[in-house]
């Protein structure tokens, strides 16, 4: 677990904290020093320089390197794509629903997953949702709806609107024992501990920078199975997703033989710099220390949400970044936490409150004094 002092050391290179309580990083991550220097090089580069492009393309390759590296997986196996929706559009776009036509994936996924396979309605696919109960989807569940028609099973690793985590290695051997593809959304979770993709065992995973990988938006990651980067040929593509994108030649049509080919245009340049300034600043603390610290702040809210009696959605078992507790009316929640500094969210009925490597005890308890103030709004257990 991280010492006080660490957080402390921490927590200082995050200037909002001076005047703010942030516990909103499940929206977008906290700006660090280290991040904000990275994009002002390139600012200054494009200043001094104009348009030093050669330097430009080093960076975007130093961006795959530092999240490859990461996630455990080659350089030659990420996309560097501007959202998570493009990388999933990039494979939905791939797929062929003839023989398999059947999407699985569960109502917890963010609305993105569900909008893009639904519009793949039209190229053949059937969409499969997977109901949840009590704030849970059980693999059971998951494997019951799997079958020999199913191409592919979008998860969620952890769900944006009550913080539920997905049994990933259940999911992922019911699916790949039925012929199915797998693809996890890491959105709500990466960032927050060690992360290996092969032993997931995942053909696809997504994320993008903006939560907990502490960087702007306009810039998300999609790994793929290596053994399946030559059998897909997305059409929802460009030229940096060409073998060679400087052969400009508008009559060839030749994918890169990495996963480069899930590509499309001009890579986010500026985006690109924050990259390896915020993985090095997580690294050095270290991802298990982060995944220690973030649980133990996780768990005292939860336990303090229970002695106030206000109903928790998250489950018990899912302990990771984002704590959700059900209101009557979560906005005026979020309202009245702004009203003393505090940052949150709130989705439907649940206010998100989420932590990272800065937050400390002394922000819950800030957060379940405002709580106990206005019990009137929490739905209560
Ligand atoms: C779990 C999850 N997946 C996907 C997305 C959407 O990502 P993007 O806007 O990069 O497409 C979000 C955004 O909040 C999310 O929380």
């Not at 455990?72 to 559009?89: K, L, M, Q, R, Y």
């Not at 990988?213 to 306009?218: K, N, V």
């Not at 980067?229 to 997305?234: A, D, E, H, R, V």
Request: aromatic letters at 8%; one cysteine or more; charged letters at 20%.
């Amino acid at each position: 677990m991280s010492t006080e002092f660490e957080v402390a050391a921490v927590r200082s290179r995050f200037p909002i904290f001076q005047k703010k309580i942030y516990l909103n990083s499940c929206s977008q991550g906290a700006l660090s020093d280290a991040v904000e220097s990275a994009l002002q090089e390139h600012i200054r580069l494009w200043h001094r320089q104009g348009s030093p492009w050669d330097g430009w393309v080093d960076q975007y390759e130093a961006a795959r390197t530092a999240f490859a590296c990461f996630i455990g997986a080659a350089p030659e196996e990420v996309a560097v794509v501007t959202s998570a929706s493009a990388g999933i559009n990039s494979v939905a776009s791939a797929l062929d629903f003839g023989k398999r036509r059947k999407v699985v994936m569960g109502e917890f996924e963010f609305p993105t997953m569900g909008q893009i396979w639904l519009a793949q309605q039209r190229r053949g696919a059937e969409i499969q949702f997977v109901a949840a109960e009590n704030n849970t989807i059980s693999p059971a569940a998951y494997c019951h709806a799997i079958d020999d028609h199913t191409l592919i099973v979008p998860l969620t690793q952890l769900c944006f609107s009550n913080g539920f985590r997905s049994d990933i290695s259940s999911i992922v051997k019911a699916a790949h024992e039925r012929g199915a593809l797998v693809m996890l959304d890491g959105y709500q979770d990466c960032g927050t501990r060690a992360l290996d993709v092969k032993a997931l065992d995942v053909d696809f995973y997504v994320t993008g920078a903006l939560k907990y990988l502490l960087c702007p938006s306009g810039i998300a990651f999609l790994y793929v199975r290596p053994e399946l980067i030559s059998s897909l040929s997305p059409t929802v593509t460009g030229w940096f997703a060409q073998e060679n994108p400087f052969a400009f030649d508008v009559k060839r049509f030749d994918p890169a033989r990495t996963a480069r080919r899930f590509e499309t245009g001009s890579p986010p340049l500026p985006h690109v710099y924050a990259v390896p300034a915020a993985l090095q600043l997580l690294g050095r603390i270290g991802f298990d220390k982060i995944a220690a610290h973030i649980g133990g702040l996780a768990r005292a809210l939860m336990e303090g949400a229970r002695e106030l009696k206000i109903r928790t959605k998250t489950p018990q078992a899912s302990v990771g970044p984002l704590v959700v507790l059900q209101m009557k009316d979560a906005e005026a929640m979020v309202k009245k936490l702004a009203e003393r500094n505090i940052v949150a969210s709130n989705r439907m009925d649940g206010l998100r409150v989420s932590f990272h490597l800065y937050n400390t005890m002394a922000d819950i308890s800030s957060v379940l004094n405002v709580l106990q103030d206005n019990r009137g709004l929490a739905v209560s257990d």
